[in-house]
């Protein structure tokens, strides 16, 4: 089974809690990444995440193997929403169990941090204004490769 | 040189279509990018842009052979 997973549906939380559970560990962190209301003063009203799913879950995968490598945790898992989603709903959420906190916090952290630099998933805003953008557009447009 | 082009996110909105067929003379990603972008003038490559060849992250450099599918990605934005 994926342990890192795509879904274009409201992401069901107590089910992925559940799949965390393991009686070795005494730790449990979970991060869930949520829909803001706002972004660099403009009012957001919706996101639209697009997502390349083959890729996404290969990489996913992989940053997990890493997380599960480089801090010794147990378990580590993540689903990543695509498609169209209101304020406050879930974009995406990690979950690590591991003995002890100290490298639960540290590979979550680990894992989000890589999975938004690695991930081919881009992030639509939709504004009160009625506008719609791509964000990182404005930063990459001042960005350009010379020539 | 044949290969297949798939644009996504905001390339897929700079090309104006979102795959197409390239026949290059170019062999690495990088000379069938500056290709499409001769043909596509809204497509820039930003510095942090990514390209996979036939499902696998690759690099700008990644030597290309026929009926490859080339993938652009525009900067990344998850979580």
């Known amino acids: 089974m994926n342990r890192f997973t795509v879904t274009h549906e409201t992401i069901a939380l107590d089910a992925f809690r559940r799949g965390m559970d393991d009686p070795s560990c005494g730790a449990y962190v979970q991060f869930e990444g949520r829909v803001r209301n706002h972004n660099e003063g403009q009012p957001v009203l919706r ?3 697009e997502i390349y799913e083959p890729l996404a879950v290969k990489e996913g995968e992989r940053i997990l193997d890493e997380a599960l490598a480089r801090y010794g945790v147990e378990k580590a898992a993540a689903e990543h929403r695509g498609g169209l989603m209101g304020l406050e709903e879930v974009a995406v959420v990690v979950g690590v ?3 002890h906190r100290d490298e639960a916090f540290a590979a979550c952290r680990y894992i989000i941090d890589e999975l938004k630099i690695r991930l081919p998933i881009w992030k639509k805003e939709h504004y009160a204004s009625g506008e719609a953008r791509w964000v990182n557009c404005q930063r990459c447009a001042s960005a350009h490769d010379p020539g | 040189m044949r290969v297949k082009v798939r644009y996504f996110a ?6 104006g ?3 197409e ?3 290059s003379a170019g062999s690495t990603t990088g000379e069938v990018f500056e290709q499409c972008r001769s043909r596509h003038p809204g497509l820039h490559r930003h510095q942090a842009s990514m390209v996979a060849v036939n499902d ?4 700008w450099d990644t030597p290309l052979a026929d009926g490859d599918e080339v993938l652009f990605f525009p900067p990344v934005a998850g979580g």
């Open chain 2, 17 to 19: 279509c979102s795959e």
């Open chain 2, 21 to 23: 067929f390239v026949d």
């Open chain 1, 47 to 49: 996101l639209e995440y």
């Open chain 2, 10 to 15: 905001a390339f897929r909105d700079d090309a």
């Open chain 1, 97 to 99: 169990s591991a003995a």
């Open chain 2, 56 to 59: 696998e992250m690759a690099q």
